[in-house]
Nanobody, 127 residues
Framework: QVQPVESGGGLVQAGDSLRLSCAASGRSFSGYSMGWFRQAPGKEREFVAS????????YYADSVKDRFSTSRDDAKNTVYLQMNSLRPEDTAVYYC????????????????????WGQGTQVTVSS
């Protein structure tokens, strides 16, 4: 079993930056795409970003493109989400998740493609 564990959330002001981390507890993330999702109060969970097992391809939601970036360090079994120019509408619980399938050619954007989810970390952006 693999258990993603998110960290790095907090309360920041609009325009600030945060870096979220997602560490593997148990088995490694190596060989699997990883995804970031978020869920704001009263809203459905939405895709934020994903990265292939090799780190060569990343996808982003339009709402975060050019502000967020995801990366991975398999030596540390950790995936990162760098969030810049944060906005109040970025307020949500952020989750990372591991792809069901090894060595996917493209990183999935649909939640149902992910098998293991973390507990989430709260990000609150004040105006």
């Amino acid at each position: 079993q693999v258990q993603p564990v998110e960290s790095g959330g907090g309360l920041v002001q609009a325009g600030d930056s945060l870096r979220l981390s997602c560490a593997a507890s148990g088995r490694s993330f190596s060989g699997y795409s990883m995804g970031w999702f978020r869920q704001a109060p009263g809203k459905e969970r939405e895709f934020v970003a994903s990265i292939t097992w090799s780190g060569s391809t990343t996808y982003y939601a339009d709402s975060v493109k050019d502000r967020f970036s995801t990366s991975r360090d398999d030596a540390k079994n950790t995936v990162y989400l760098q969030m810049n120019s944060l906005r109040p509408e970025d307020t949500a619980v952020y989750y990372c998740a591991r792809d069901q399938h090894p060595r996917s050619l493209v990183p999935p954007v649909a939640g149902q493609e992910y098998a293991y989810w973390g507990q989430g970390t709260q990000v609150t952006v004040s105006s």
